[in-house]
């Protein structure tokens, strides 16, 4: 500053003629130094000054240029902004000092705080730095930037505050110690401090100390440039530090300046240049210092050279702060440069003059300060803004820690904003250098991001940043990150895999595009190929007698409808339609019956030809003529198609999308519409096919000559297995595996068909013409092809077709200035002053500075703060007749109107403190009313606030009555502030227990524009969601100024939230303003809470707002009584006082409606009342004397009070006893206000309404509140009760409220509910509202498998594995188990099936063995039978393992058992074929000698061979991957499926492989043998049986691969039940028939007569 002034008074442009002097201060970095040394420079430092050409001492100063902190400034600021001088600081940055009514003279050419605040926000969005801690100096400066954070940094939704601590000024290890704890254990990496370099000094010993390293630090601009720093302790620490810095400039010749520092130049007060010297030396100037000396300290002589030094001092390369105050100083110069250039008659002020430098006023250079605007040789421009702001710009630097061991702070960037663009940063990334530890920007996160595919599930009690990611449920997304919910996919969508996107369903059906469709397509295709040349043949051999002989036409309409058999199965391939859907159905059933129908002609056509061959038997042929045939054909195939019509039209099939049995899959298919027309239409097939096997079955065997009946059997009984198989399979197979098994039944039996009927006459007409004759027809023997062979031959083939892919913080003086204030006083030996809102408004003139500011107006008489005031008076009135308290002394008192406004408040204390009069000199005979010793007051916190940051430095006693701020509990900031309400703390807390006794927790909040309400609002903020679980639904600050803009938004703000509870924070004006838009919004419905300010306001109690009021629930002060105080009131008269300002005078005019005289013109005018003085105030009703409800009048009482035994007992010290130094006492002439503060601070007595008046160490009494209901009463007043009280003793904290007398305006006379969202119930869970507190969020039904069990749960939690959710999601149950049970009706069915083929066995074994000795029995290998019987009777008995929940011991036996059986009865079978065979052989020549390979002997053996390989094939597959239980839960999530997994595939087809093989061995040779001599030969049922036993297990394989659960054992078991009961009857049931009804033909005679031709019979015998 030096520097400034000094190159300013060289330069020739600015200010010439005229010299620039400077007086610089020392602050200490202590508030009352500070503050001090702004008075002295304001008011001068000698006895008397007068301004003149001659000055007698060092003149005032003009401008202030400073303070570097925001608390000292805004100290500072409060007083003299009072004298329009202006302060331009170059380092305070709290955003408060723009308020331009509270600091109308503050410039400074830093940014503020939010731009700050702003500019490290967007570094943390920058780098994604969301977690972080905030470490803040206990100031101003530190406080502001706290409440910027929590709000600017909550609301940007960019991250949160892991915590917030406050740096204490004094050194407090355990304070530091704690807060380096958090740092420690906090997961944040990020620090953010916004404090100055004595705090960071102390913060980095401790956090060296600790050893906390791995930290990203980020500075404020107050310590980002500080070289004390940066030391070789603290860098491997701090290294990689990101901070804000303050605009770098550049000053020529200033290191010149530098250097020429000397002590030995003629300095006016050479302290600081001295203390410099003495310093950078490590000397002392004499006289030293004792000791000195003699420890060998340097003396200084003010020639050492600075440029032989080693000092931080003249480096100019970084100059920052420095930059700042040189701009300061020259914009002064340049307002000052800009007054004296003003031009008379063209000036600024009234009458267009000019100022000069003899008669300059502060207010003067204000007005140009305002308008400066230059540039610096930097190049920078400098202006300010409304506000006194500069245009902000900060530059992002970076402290690099070199390999050498250098510090480097280097640039990396800037954050900036221009008039006319918007906050803009840039960061150059590549040149910063992170902390060793880091490689890379580090990460700060609670939680790591939600990736898309996951949701954010907040983490109860813990900010917003705290979350956990739950992956979304299967068919819901997230597509971004950190995304607050999954949404549920559309209908015919899925999620992916990632669960990030919705991916199309996989659509399934039988394409014509798959393996499957194209084999089935591939396959109908060359049936119908096959169709067509089959047709050609017969129709070009249709005159041959093979073609003729067997009803030709019945053949070629057999052959169409074959082939349209085949092309329907078409219809069942490909995306279903509608007409496909309706279609396909209906040309299956129509072309079946129509082929079925021909094949029953043809059988009814043999047999009545068979039986007009026989005598008399003619007739029957009319019958059955081409008309006739053609006729039945038409006749059954029209039943077919009116059964579809019918369907059609009543419940049409239509397509269908599925999803139950995927959830990621669209299955398309043709739902049936109507299950009833879908059985007709199969059951009138299957009466056919039935009826044309039971009369082929009949006719099959008449003579071959024209007799086609047993190719017609073997097709009906290919035709029937098929359709019999398909129904299991199609019921059990899920979507296109449905289509396919019901196309590969149509294939299949169509192929049946057309290989059994027309295989064999093809064979004849194409490889054996010659016996396509008559005689070869009549010849035909027993030389068939092999039909039965073919048909199993068909069957294997089409079963490939079904494998499947299954793919999810003076002595004497000069007035500066006189004060008009309104007052009252009474003169004392001690006076008390007194602050009191008498007026509740001020109007405040056009501040241009164009002439002298005018002081406000007061306007608003308020009757209760007068009535405040009156009762200070009554108090020290009272106390002065006492003889017990103060005696021989008289009280006095000087009582001040703050009207409202913090200039007026402040002025009135400066007033008190420092009297009225021109000049006061302290001795016996006072030549004025002497000083105040205290203050009661001020009514406002933030008054009080300011008041106190004054006079606390001189340690004056202020007792406030109504300052309730939290923030003046701070000891240190106010060491001598006292109050006798509770704090707001306690209020806060107050109101959170009533929330939570009601259970709102969706409230606005709204508060006035002071510290009083800000501090609320920030508690509220804090301590809502902590304590009562509750948010806050707006904040809103109710403005000082009726400004009906900002009012009407804020009505609207409360109108349209859903929070029905609106607590205030605020004075009576703002509550008056704010209900008048209310009712002018007719906002009804609403739950008031009042503060103290307002809850027993009688102003607010009118009959316009009662209906918006009543039932408001507030805090009041305790309530007191005051004896004689009504009496005093009634007394007061006029006539006492004399002056116009003074406050009884402006009572009397307000409450009669008068004026005295003089009164203004226009009130005489307009004939207005004169006041004569003589009124009398008992014949007028006012609220005045209304002394019932006495609350903050009691806390004035006790203050008064509280002084007055505080002055008691200072007074009533003994000499050599006191408290003092040396034990001294204080006395009225010497007293100091310090020592007033010390008995102060140990009153304790009791009022005569007994309440105890003491205060704690932070000058705080025990809280008490009345609870307040507003009754609404019948007559339409209001009347405030007590409902309730809160308190606070020593040990605990008291709470009580009574319901039954609170009055609810509301029509239900209920509590009102006031939620963001309504609770939670069970089964469902929290999901947060991004962007909405923590009370705000949707109730999400807990998906399936998951549950909650209780209100309000966050998280919805998993079930166990074996249990699946209730239906409401509330719990969770056992999951539903299936498995094939004996105790439902289908495991009932099998099971007695089971027992039943068991029980047949047994009494078929009874008979054989009963009739053990008859031929039937011995001919036919007697003991291969009995085995058979056994093993068949095991084969039904193994089939009950796969019946009840399966063990392990059912898993491992029911294969093993199946297999085993089965190969025991099929290699019974085998044997008995070979045997057949054998005997065949050794019954012709030369062939006895085979006999003996099949003895018993060699029977049992094979037998035993052949089950022993079954066995070890068994024993090797349980001994390496052994079948075992199974818990499936892969086709339902809410049901469990017991099930055997058979271990190794492998091995169970090799069992099964094994079977079949036996199987189709046996078949093959009783195929050959089946037309031996049937007096020994059962080839035939043997042939039958296979047959059988054949088309069960290929149908088996599809049904079972596509049977979920318990089907597959159901279909398993149905597979060995019907091959058992196959075997059984085919090989048994004839012989059982002969046995039990033909006992005739259980003869050798017998047997040997069965035979269909003669020649046999012949041969055999």
């Known amino acids: 500053m030096a520097f400034a002034v000094e190159e300013i008074n060289n330069s020739s442009e600015l200010l010439p003629n005229l010299t620039l002097g400077y007086s610089l201060y020392d602050n200490c970095a202590t508030l009352g130094i500070g503050f001090s040394a702004a008075l002295s420079m304001a008011s001068a430092q000698t006895e008397s000054f007068v301004l003149q050409k001659n000055c007698t001492g060092i003149p005032p100063v003009i401008g202030i240029v400073g303070d570097p902190f925001s608390t000292f400034s805004i100290a500072i600021s409060n007083v003299l902004g009072l004298f329009q001088l202006p302060i331009v600081s170059y380092f305070a940055t709290c955003s408060c000092l723009s308020d331009r009514q509270m600091f109308p003279s503050f410039f400074r050419t830093i940014p503020s705080d939010v731009f700050q605040v702003h500019a490290v926000i967007q570094i943390l969005k920058h780098f994604s730095w969301t977690w972080v801690g905030l470490l803040v100096s206990d100031d101003d400066y530190g406080l502001h930037v706290a409440r910027s954070f929590q709000t600017d940094f909550a609301q940007t939704g960019e991250g949160c505050l892991a915590y917030t601590e406050i740096l204490p000024w004094g050194y407090d290890r355990d304070i530091y110690s704690k807060i380096v704890d958090v740092i420690k254990s906090s997961s944040a990496k990020v620090v953010i401090v916004f404090a100055h370099q004595m705090h960071m000094i102390q913060l980095m010993t401790e956090v060296v100390k600790q050893h906390v390293r791995g930290l990203q630090w980020i500075s404020s601009e107050a310590w980002t440039c500080v070289e004390g720093l940066q030391t070789h302790e603290f860098m491997p620490y701090l290294s990689g530090t990101l901070g804000i810095a303050i605009r770098r400039g550049e000053m020529p010749g200033f290191q010149r300046f530098l250097l020429s520092i000397n002590p030995k130049e003629n300095y006016i007060k050479k302290d600081m240049v001295h203390q410099f010297w003495e310093h950078t030396f490590e000397c002392r100037f004499p006289p030293a210092p004792a000791g000195w000396t003699e420890a060998g300290g340097a003396l200084c002589n003010g020639h050492e050279d600075l440029q032989n030094i080693d000092t931080e001092f003249l480096d100019v390369s970084n100059l920052r702060p420095e930059y700042n105050i040189y701009k300061a100083v020259y914009a002064l110069v340049h307002a000052l440069d800009d007054l004296l250039h003003c031009e008379p008659g063209r000036g600024p002020f009234p009458g267009t003059s000019c100022a000069t430098l003899h008669t300059l006023e502060p207010w003067q250079l204000l007005y140009y300060l305002e308008r400066v605007h230059f540039r610096t040789q930097f190049g920078d421009e400098v202006s300010f803004d409304e506000n006194g702001d500069a245009l902000p710009i900060y530059d992002i630097m970076n402290w690099q820690w070199l390999p050498n061991g250098q510090t480097k702070v280097v640039k990396v960037g800037e954050f900036k904003k221009s008039a006319l663009q918007e906050e803009r940063i840039i960061l150059y990334e590549h040149k910063i250098l992170w902390n060793m530890q880091f490689a890379k920007s580090p990460q700060s996160l609670c939680s790591e991001s939600c990736p898309p595919g996951t ?28 995304s607050m919910e999954c949404h549920v996919c559309p209908e015919d969508f899925w999620s992916s895999p990632a669960r990030d996107q919705c991916v199309p369903k996989k659509t399934e059906f039988l394409s014509y595009h798959e393996p499957l469709g194209i084999c089935l397509t591939t396959a109908s295709l060359l049936g119908a190929f096959i169709c067509a040349i089959v047709f050609g043949i017969f129709t070009y051999h249709r005159s041959t007698p093979l073609v003729k002989a067997n009803n030709s036409e019945m053949s070629f309409l057999l052959l169409v409808s074959l082939k349209l058999c085949f092309l329907c199965s078409l219809l069942f391939i490909g995306r279903p339609r509608l007409w496909t859907c309706q279609l396909r159905h209906a040309a299956f059933g129509i072309s079946f019956v129509l082929c079925v129908s021909c094949i029953l002609v043809k059988t009814m056509v043999v047999l009545a030809v068979f039986k007009a061959s026989k005598p008399g038997g003619g007739t029957t042929l009319k019958w059955f003529g081409a008309l006739q045939q053609r006729g039945t054909v038409f006749a059954l195939t029209s039943v077919q198609a009116v059964i579809c019509v019918a369907w059609l039209v009543s419940a049409s099939p239509a397509p269908h999308k599925n999803i139950k049995y995927h959830n990621d899959k669209i299955i398309y298919e043709c739902v049936v519409g109507s299950t009833m027309g879908f059985a007709v239409l199969l059951g009138y097939i299957g009466l056919l096919a039935l009826l044309s096997f039971m009369l082929a079955f009949l006719a099959r065997n008449l003579p071959d000559n024209f007799n086609e009946a047993k190719f017609i059997t073997f097709s009906m009984l290919i035709f029937c297995a098929v359709w019999v198989a398909f129904v299991p399979a199609y019921v059990n197979s899920p979507g296109k595996y449905a289509d396919a098994v019901e196309v590969f039944a149509i294939l299949a039996s169509s192929f049946g068909l057309l290989v059994a009927l027309f295989g064999p006459k093809c064979y004849i007409i194409l490889l054996r013409p010659e016996r396509n004759t008559k005689k070869g027809i009549m010849n035909r023997s027993n030389t068939k092809p092999t039909i039965e062979m073919s048909c199993v031959i068909l069957h294997l083939i089409l079963c490939s077709f079904l494998y499947l892919d299954m793919v999810t913080s003076l002595s004497t003086c000069q007035l500066r200035k006189e004060f008009i204030l309104n007052s009252l006083h009474q003169a004392g030996d001690v006076v008390l002053g007194g602050l009191f809102e008498v007026h509740y408004t001020a109007m405040f003139p056009n501040r241009s500075f164009t002439s002298e500011p005018q002081p406000p107006v007061c306007l608003g008489f308020d009757i209760l703060g007068f009535r405040h005031a009156s009762t200070m008076a009554f108090t020290v009135d009272e106390i002065n007749r006492r003889s017990d308290l103060l005696p021989n002394l008289t009280l006095g008192y000087s009582l001040f109107d703050n009207c409202g406004a913090l200039v007026i408040g402040l002025s009135s204390a400066l007033a008190a403190a420092g009297g009225q009069k021109q000049q006061y000199v302290l001795q016996e005979n006072c030549t004025a009313p002497p000083p105040v010793i205290a203050i009661v007051g001020d009514h406002y916190s933030t008054f009080s606030i300011a008041i106190s940051d004054v006079f606390g430095l001189y340690r004056m006693p202020i007792v406030s009555y109504f300052a309730t701020c939290s923030c003046l509990s701070n000891r240190q900031k106010f060491p001598s502030f006292f109050r006798t309400i ?43 969601p902590e304590v009562g679980g509750g948010c806050l639904a707006y904040t809103e600050t109710l403005p000082w100024d009726s400004n009906p803009e900002e009012l009407k938004r804020i009505v609207h703000v409360i109108k349209t939230s859903t929070a029905r509870v609106v607590i205030a924070f605020a004075h009576e004006i703002h509550m008056i303003n704010l209900l008048e838009e209310v009712v002018r919004q007719n906002v009804v419905g609403l739950q008031w809470m009042a503060s103290e300010t307002w809850t027993t306001a009688s102003v607010l109690q009118t009959p316009s707002l009662i209906p918006y009021l009543a039932g408001t629930i507030g805090i009041a002060i305790r309530r007191g009584e005051i004896p004689g105080l009504k009496d005093f009131l009634s007394n007061i008269k006029p006539e006492a006082y004399s002056n116009r300002h003074n406050m009884v005078n402006q009572f009397w005019e307000h409450t009669f409606e008068c004026r005295f005289a003089p009164a203004p013109a226009e009130w005489t005018e307009a004939g207005g009342a004169f006041c004569t003085g003589h009124e009398d105030l008992q014949n007028i009703d006012t609220e005045f004397l209304d002394v019932s409800n006495l609350r903050p009048e009691y806390n004035v009482y006790k203050a008064v009070y509280a002084l007055a035994h505080a002055l008691d007992q200072l007074l009533r010290c003994e000499p050599g006893r006191g408290p003092f130094p040396g034990n001294s006492c204080a006395t009225l002439h010497t007293l100091e206000p310090w020592q007033l503060v010390h008995y102060l601070q140990k009153v304790n007595f009791s009022t005569s309404f007994g309440d105890q008046v003491s205060f704690d160490e932070n000058g705080n009494v025990l809280p008490i509140y009345d609870i307040m209901n507003w009754k609404w009463l019948p007559n339409g007043e209001i009347y405030i009760q007590n409902i309730g009280e809160v308190k606070k003793s020593s040990a605990e904290e008291a709470y009580r409220i009574h319901e039954n007398k609170i009055f609810w305006n509301f029509e239900n006379k209920q509590p009102p509910q006031s939620l963001c969202s309504e609770s939670c119930p069970s089964g469902t869970r929290m999901a947060r509202q991004r962007g909405q507190p923590m009370c705000c969020f949707d109730c999400i039904v807990c998906s399936e498998g998951t549950f909650s069990n209780s209100s309000d749960s966050m998280e919805c939690h998993v079930c166990p594995e074996d249990f699946w959710s209730s239906p409401a999601r509330d719990q969770c149950v056992p999951k539903k188990t299936e498995f094939l049970s004996y105790h439902e009706p289908l495991g009932i069915c099998l099971t007695t099936a089971s027992l039943l083929g068991a029980f047949i066995c047994a009494v078929v074994f009874g008979i054989f063995t009963y009739h053990r000795s008859t031929p039937l029995v011995k001919a036919n290998n007697s003991e291969m039978s009995f085995l058979l019987l056994v093993s068949l009777k095991l084969c039904f008995l193994c089939s009950l ?36 065979l054998a005997v065949f052989k050794a019954s012709k020549p030369g062939g006895g000698a085979i006999l003996k390979w099949f003895g018993i002997l060699q029977q049992r053996g094979t037998v035993f061979t052949l089950t022993c390989i079954q066995a070890v094939i068994c024993i090797i597959w349980l001994m390496t991957a052994s079948p075992a239980p199974h818990k499936n839960t892969d086709y339902y999530n809410d049901k469990i499926i017991y099930e055997c997994v058979v271990g190794s595939t492998a091995w169970f087809i090799v069992l099964l492989g094994y079977i079949c093989f036996l199987a189709l061995l046996s078949f093959m040779l009783a195929f050959l043998a089946r037309n031996l001599p049937d007096n020994f030969n059962e080839a035939k049922f043997i042939t039958f049986s296979m047959l059988i036993f054949c088309a069960v297990w290929v149908a088996f394989v599809p049904a079972y691969v596509n049977s979920p659960g318990k089907y597959a054992d159901a279909v398993e078991v149905f597979a060995i039940l019907a091959s058992s009961f196959g075997l059984l009857v085919a090989l048994f049931g004839p012989k059982c028939y002969i046995i039990l009804f033909r006992p005739e033909r259980n003869t050798k005679k017998g047997i040997l007569n069965q035979s269909l031709s003669k020649s046999t019979k012949q041969r055999y015998s």
Request: charged share 15%; proline share 3%; net charge neutral.
């Open 1441 to 1476: 393992l796969f019946i009840g929940r399966p063990r392990l011991w059912t898993c491992q036996l029911r294969h093993a058992a199946f297999g085993i059986s089965f190969v025991l009865c099929v290699s019974c079978i085998l044997v008995k074929t070979m045997v057949v």
């Open 455 to 482: 949701r954010m599930a907040r983490q109860r009690g813990q900010p917003v940043c705290c979350f956990d990611c739950i992956a979304c449920s299967e068919g819901t997304f997230s597509n971004f990150s950190d």
């Open 982 to 1024: 509770p704090s707001d703390a306690f209020q806060v807390h107050s109101m959170i227990q009533i929330l939570k006794h009601f259970g709102w927790t969706w409230v606005g909040l709204l508060v006035s524009d002071d510290d009083y309400g800000l501090h609320v609002a920030q508690s509220f903020q804090s301590d809502l």
